[in-house]
Nanobody, 114 residues
Framework: QVQLVESGGGLVQPGGSLRLSCATS????????MCWYRRAPGKEREFIAY???????NYADSVKGRFTISRDNAANTVYLQMNSLKPEDTAVYYC????????WGQGTQVTVSS
C-alpha cells in the first residue's frame, strides 16, 4: 500500500515562506497527477494545486502567484513552495493523487500568525 507522508509545516509570520514535502512510498509521482489540498479549522478540505506527469500545473485562485508546486521523480516527492503567507493560509496541508486517491496521510500543520 502506497503511503503519503507530508512534512515541512510550522509556525510562520505573515509574509513568510515555507516549503512542504510529500514523500510517497511508491513510484507514483512521475506517472500520476499529484495534488495538494488543505483543511482550515471548521472548513472542508479544499484543492490548492496540482502537477501533471507532463509538468502542467494549476492553482486555486486563493494561492495563485504565491504557491508553487513541483516534484522530484527520483525522490518520489512532491513539494509546495509557499511564499507571502497569510493568516488565512493556516490549515493542515495534505497531498494525494488523482484520480483514485490513496488513503490520506496525517498532513502537516501550517500556522501563519504574528
Amino acid at each position: 500500500q502506497v503511503q503519503l507522508v507530508e512534512s515541512g509545516g510550522g509556525l510562520v509570520q505573515p509574509g513568510g515562506s515555507l516549503r512542504l514535502s510529500c514523500a510517497t512510498s511508491g513510484s507514483i509521482v512521475s506517472i500520476n497527477t499529484m495534488c495538494w489540498y488543505r483543511r482550515a479549522p471548521g472548513k472542508e478540505r479544499e484543492f490548492i494545486a496540482y502537477i501533471t506527469p507532463g509538468g502542467g500545473t494549476n492553482y486555486a485562485d486563493s494561492v495563485k502567484g504565491r504557491f508553487t508546486i513541483s516534484r522530484d521523480n527520483a525522490a518520489n516527492t512532491v513539494y509546495l513552495q509557499m511564499n507571502s503567507l497569510k493568516p488565512e493560509d493556516t490549515a493542515v496541508y495534505y497531498c494525494n493523487k488523482v484520480p483514485s486517491g490513496l488513503p490520506w496521510g496525517q498532513g502537516t500543520q501550517v500556522t501563519v500568525s504574528s
